[in-house]
DNA sequence: GATATGC
DNA sequence: GCATATCAACGCCGG
DNA sequence: CCGGCG
């Protein structure tokens, strides 16, 4: 019978998949189930990127769709959510950290222990995962330093490599290593491992501190500057990400988009030749199978904040207000 | 997508 | 049993 | 109150 729910087991768990064949990306000809079956193929992946992490999901129980837009706060109504707090029902496997926003207020948010929790996210409807930079074990100390380059209107991907390999160059002169992914779209993020002995403050601070060194080794690409009206470069160092309850869509995530693109995690030697459009939904299993994890060592080494941190206050760098 | 309700 | 409604984000700032 | 900011 066609449109009977699925039952999948993953790991020790047995996940109900509901209305498998509805069509999430129909231009791709893309079920609910490819969607499942892809987060499969990538698990030990978006499981190295979400584990233990709180994570924010981005739902889409509808598909992706022409016309299709997501809720805002405005605009209650809406084909897609976003959802922080530990949806209804979930099984007793499905563990959670309990977070708290700038307000002070707090949630009891998703942070997936297994891959089991992928799946039955992706069974919400779940494409992108949006995991904080900590861990479980210390919510309020980032163990990820994340940097965002993001292109302004207009702007290609192939613009921001120059500025990747500068952050590359300067954080090996620091002693530091990144791992960079595409995001789906134009942009690039490099993320850094950390100890976790620094607050979010301290973090967004060295990324700053990061952004403006670039901005002064590459005048004519980089700028730091939050209102877009005054952003005159092509790539914005948005050092923002880094503030509390502020995350990014995590590695292997997909973007709700017609075409299906994911987040693809890169070595630096493919990021000249790359092309985020040639990663999605369809393509990156057999990557993934053939490669491995690009990610794959990015826990290994937690590196220092020092180095940034001194350079945030040679720079006598105050984080400004955030926004 | 899941759940609660009202018929 | 079926149809219908409801819910599912964070917050601050400036005009 | 609404729009801008991610």
Redesign the pocket.
Known sequence: MAGAAEEIRVGERVV?V??PD?PYFPERGLT?LDVVRYFLAVGDGILRALRDRPT?LE?W??GVFEGAKI????DNRGDA?????LP??APDWVRTAHIT???G?TADEVAPSELAVVIWAA???TLRFHPWPVSAADVERPDQLRI?L?PMPGVEFAQVVPVAHEVRAFLDELGLTGYPKTTGGRGLHIYLSIEPRWSFGDCRRAVLALGREMQRRLPDLVTTT????QRDRPV?V?Y??MSR??TMASAYSIRPTPRALVSAPLAWAELDDARPEDFDVVSMPARFAERGDPHAGLDEGRHSLEPLLELADREGLEAP?E?
Do not use: C, I, V
């Open positions: 109900r509901s209305s509805k609910k924010m739902r129980p509808r809720a805002t706060r405005q959510f976003y959802q922080k707090r209804a029902g926003f700038p307000s207020r069974n919400l409807g965002d993001d939050w209102w877009r009206e914005f948005d923002n990400q309850d502020h207000p926004r």
